[in-house]
């Protein structure tokens, strides 16, 4: 490990995976080490869809020539390429190097020449060749628009900036290769949850987010959305692999594959969503649906009435979103097969990506999920247990799962009418005073109906799933004190493109939409 040009005692020595890496000790570059865990998910994602990957070149490749000496040369040779578009210290891109096999460059990327110069200290230390680790100092846009022809297209395009990644986008899904793998993420959750102005979010996504317990999956749903129709632009089609909800930000990895018929399907993956302002029932509207003869017809709509048929509010519009599979589930086992047979000391966070992965691949493949306690509280009566809840539905016929997005949440394939169904039998086993309830309030004109059945609490054998009886960590509480996304870097940064959070530093805190390149 050569360190001849480096004075170790200006640095802060932090070791994370097999990367060991230099942090200046007045903060110019800051460590973030609540995001370890997205980059052990993206190690471990990346390692997965490898294996998929080059697997299918060599399938691809025999089918071409059926030579089994150029067969053999092929798979030995077979390796891909990693862009890491805002790279700032090369952590992420360093333990890329480090601990996934078969890569034959990665690029690390920052528009910031003190971050590049971080890059390539750390390179020198952690003993790799600046032929496999390549800090380039550019625009993240400008570099992709580069590399458009099909020879230098990136195999991975890793995308992790502060705030929104939708500048990204429309370069990112024409510069990856075909079958090539997007890993992005959003910190602009206060924007894509809804709960702060729904223009911003329309302006940056195309979509408008609703306020509701599910919302943190709603915003999984309108990055996939964005990404699908960047991608349509350019006969792309998007296939979601791993769609996760963490902490303060989202993060989906997604295969980029080129296929025109399969793009058009994109109008039937497309819904609006209306949410009721009284009891919060939702319904999606898909846009299209495809017929028996391979026709596209449009959807008769809407779907609803001006009037919540249970309650009798006005309804709220969100969307587009996306309503089709945001995982692929063949993917998360074996990406979860691959994490139980690692080495903990690898993957730091081992047991969350064991309890993330694990519920997610328990996750029904159904758009949105419902809060028992948000049922409740319609209805001004006391919360059902989880298992019983789910009984009731499962009793009836109905699928039902959790989501990975929040704990105690319902996803189910039940129509609203039977999910209050099930919570007016609730309540007449614990009867609410009805003279505590307001006389506007939804609870009246939903307990003003008789249920059409009688639901059953008996607890079903499927009620309780795999990963909660083996006492997994299903849900990540706070992982330190004042955690989230730090501030941006401080230091001599002039520009406003910043590389992934593990950079922030202290800093006083700025409009998150700031945070940009101004050059895109």
């Known amino acids: 490990m050569s360190t001849s040009n480096i004075n170790i005692e200006d640095f802060s020595v932090i070791t994370e995976g097999k990367a060991s890496i230099l942090f200046p000790k007045d903060n110019a570059v800051f460590y973030n ?5 997205n980059r052990d998910m993206s190690v471990a994602a990346i390692r997965t869809w490898s294996e998929i990957f080059l697997e299918e070149k060599e399938k691809k490749a025999r089918k071409i020539k059926e030579d089994s000496t150029t067969i053999a040369q092929l798979k030995n040779n077979s390796s891909f390429t990693i862009l890491e578009a805002l790279a700032a210290s090369g952590l992420r891109s360093i333990r890329y190097a480090k601990e996934i096999p078969n890569i034959d460059f990665i690029v690390a990327n920052d528009l910031d020449a003190d971050a590049v110069n971080s890059i390539n200290q750390n390179v020198e230390y952690n003993g790799l060749s600046k032929e496999l680790v390549r800090a380039n100092q550019g625009d993240a846009c400008s570099l992709m628009y580069q590399h458009l022809e099909y020879h230098k297209r990136f195999d991975v395009i890793d995308i992790d900036p502060y705030g929104t990644a939708s500048p990204f986008l429309d370069a990112a899904v024409q ?27 329309y302006a940056n996504y195309g979509s408008i987010p609703t306020k509701g317990e599910f919302c943190h999956e709603m915003a999984l749903r309108i990055l996939l959305y964005t990404l699908s129709a960047c991608a349509a632009r350019y006969q792309r089609q998007i296939i979601p692999l791993l769609s996760c909800s963490i902490d303060f ?31 919060k029932s939702f319904h999606l509207q898909p846009l299209a649906k495809l017929k028996e003869n391979n026709s596209y017809v449009p959807m008769v709509g809407p779907i609803v009435n001006s ?7 006005k309804f709220h519009i969100g969307g587009p979103i996306w309503n089709s599979s945001i995982h692929d ?37 159904i758009p949105l999920f419902h809060s028992i306690s948000v049922l409740s509280s319609k209805l001004n009566c006391t919360n059902p ?52 309830i307001a006389e506007n309030s939804p609870a009246r004109k939903l307990l003003a109906v008789e249920p059409s059945f009688i639901a059953d609490f008996k607890i079903h054998k499927d009620a309780e799933p795999p990963s ?29 493109e910043v590389g992934n959070s593990e950079q922030y530093a202290k800093k006083p805190a700025i409009d998150s939409e700031s945070s940009i390149n101004k050059n895109i």
């Open 33 to 37: 080490k609540v995001q370890q865990f």
């Open 175 to 201: 510069s990856i290769q075909n079958g090539g793998l997007l890993c992005i993420t959003c910190t602009d959750l206060a924007v894509l949850t809804g709960s702060t102005y729904p223009e911003k979010c």
């Open 249 to 279: 930000y989202i993060r989906v990895f997604v295969r980029v594959v080129i296929s025109a018929a399969e793009v058009k399907k994109n109008c039937c993956k497309t819904s609006y969503i209306y949410v009721c302002t009284g009891c």
């Open 307 to 313: 009037n919540c048929e249970h309650c009798g509010n």
């Open 329 to 365: 589930k063949a993917f998360v086992l074996k990406m979860l097969a691959h994490v139980k047979n690692s080495n903990t000391e690898v993957y730091g966070t081992h047991a969350r990506m064991l309890g993330m992965l694990t519920v997610i691949s328990e996750e029904i493949d």
């Open 385 to 436: 247990p989880l298992k019983q809840f789910c009984s009731a539905l499962l009793n009836k016929g109905y699928k039902v799962s959790a989501s990975h997005a929040m704990a105690g949440s319902v996803k189910t394939d039940a129509p609203m009418d039977v999910i209050w169904d099930i919570m007016r039998s609730w309540e007449k086993l614990h009867p609410v005073t009805m003279k505590n």
């Open 468 to 496: 909660r009886k083996i006492k997994l960590v299903r849900y990540q509480q706070n992982p330190e004190k004042n955690w989230g996304p730090k501030p941006r870097a401080s230091g001599k940064r002039k520009t406003k």
